[in-house]
């Protein structure tokens, strides 16, 4: 089983006051946290997780909330049109549970009214919170002047987070990119701004759309973000795939939070990683193959509760390809869990993965860097 499971956080990773029940003396803290507030609400931790439409869904969720340590969870990105039409897509992706908590809807759309509208629904739905898309590269969104395209048009961007934020009472945040291009980086403006307007928090993307997923995470551009406000939390998001990268992305750009993505999906242990390593300086590796393999099974079960058993099977190809293959299983046994086609023939596979174990590894080593699909060729394209 999972070997961080009976490590709990009753109080979250912020407590100053923290003791070493073994010594009952107070433990070293590698840095000395704030607490983490978006307006009234208190996040357990600073590490979030980021949305990753097709990834982040609520079986993803549950697992990164079982192992610990993360702060927020938010949504893939939800239209706001869907959501007021109610169509299944969109509710699926809303959707939640208990141990989902506390949890963010991040919306798009180009229309102020749908937006606000949107938000209101999300509201009486029960969110905690709401993020409104700024950020995404995709021509699909931004061709309507929704996601990145927002950076380049002011007026209509204002009043549409104005919108939103007047709409609800529960706390609305804004994830943007650092701008349109080099010569647009419009992030510190926008952040100031919706500061003003009611926005409780802004995370940002340190790259351009322009850039898509390539070159470096600009984390000069953050900090610029953060000498942008006055008060509000800046979460700072882009490359960080363990311990070191989150300690640089605090240092250089003084943010109050990161936010991690595909990190999470290479290992979903990093929020605990990144808990340990505030409270004590130090962290235990992630898991191996073994719990790697738990971890699968278990979010296709909670996949499975979600869709029923046979959608479930054919949504999890994609996400069980990519781990396995991550895993370093053999190229034929990877074959066969796709081609599975029933409950027992997963099972089947699984046995056969699991008794076979990585191709030139072993079971309880550390597993090597998974690497993250994103889309490729030129961004105007995507
Ligand atoms: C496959 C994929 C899907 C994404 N979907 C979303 C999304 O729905 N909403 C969003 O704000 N950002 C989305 N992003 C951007 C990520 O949230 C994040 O900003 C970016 O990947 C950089 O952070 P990372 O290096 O920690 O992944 C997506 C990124 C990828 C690779």
């Known amino acids: 089983m ?6 709990t956080f009753s109080h979250g990773i912020m407590s100053h006051n923290a003791t070493n029940p073994e010594k009952n003396e107070p433990l070293q803290t590698a840095t000395a946290p704030q607490p983490l507030f978006y307006g009234s609400l208190r996040l357990p931790t600073r590490y979030l997780l980021s949305p990753l439409a097709g990834f982040t869904n609520l079986p993803f969720r549950r697992i990164v909330r079982r192992l610990g340590g993360v702060g927020l969870c938010t949504t893939d990105l939800v239209s706001a049109r869907g959501l007021l039409e109610r169509s299944p897509k969109s509710m699926q992706l809303i959707e939640t549970c208990a141990e989902d908590s506390p949890y963010a809807v991040q919306i798009f ?8 509208d949107a938000a209101q629904f999300l509201e009486e739905y029960g969110v905690d919170s709401i993020d409104i898309n700024m950020g995404c590269p995709v021509a699909r969104i931004t061709g309507n002047g929704a996601g990145s395209a927002m950076m380049c048009a002011t007026d ?5 987070v104005r919108a939103v934020v007047e709409a609800v009472s529960i706390p609305v945040t804004v994830k943007m990119r650092l701008g349109w291009d080099d010569s647009q980086l419009t992030a510190p403006f926008f952040a100031r701004e919706f500061e003003q307007v009611g926005v409780v928090a802004v995370a940002i993307h340190g790259r351009t759309r322009e850039q898509g997923f390539k070159g470096d995470v600009n984390r000069d551009g953050i900090r610029q973000v953060v000498e942008a406000v006055e008060k509000i939390p800046v979460i700072g998001n882009g490359d960080i795939l363990n311990v070191a990268d989150a300690e640089r992305m605090f240092q250089e750009t003084g943010c109050h939070g990161i936010s991690i993505g595909r990190g999470a999906l290479a290992n979903p242990w990093i929020f605990r990683q990144l808990v340990e390593w505030e409270i004590t300086g130090d962290c235990a590796p992630a898991g191996n193959f073994e719990d790697r393999l738990e971890l699968m099974l278990l979010q296709f079960s909670h ?10 099977i054919r949504m999890f190809r994609k996400m069980g390809h990519w781990y396995l293959k991550a895993m370093r299983v053999h190229k034929s046994l990877r074959h066969e869990f796709q081609l599975a086609k029933s409950l027992d023939e997963v099972r089947e596979a699984i046995a056969r993965i699991r008794e076979a174990g990585p191709v030139g590894g072993n079971r309880s080593g550390l597993l090597p860097d998974m690497h993250i699909p994103v889309p490729g060729g030129p961004v105007e394209k995507w």
């Open 303 to 312: 996949l499975r509760e979600q869709v029923g058993t046979n959608r479930a």
């Open 156 to 160: 209509s961007t204002l009043e549409l």
């Open 2 to 7: 999972f070997r961080y499971f009976e490590l």
């Open 109 to 116: 759309g180009p229309d102020r009214q749908e937006m606000a």
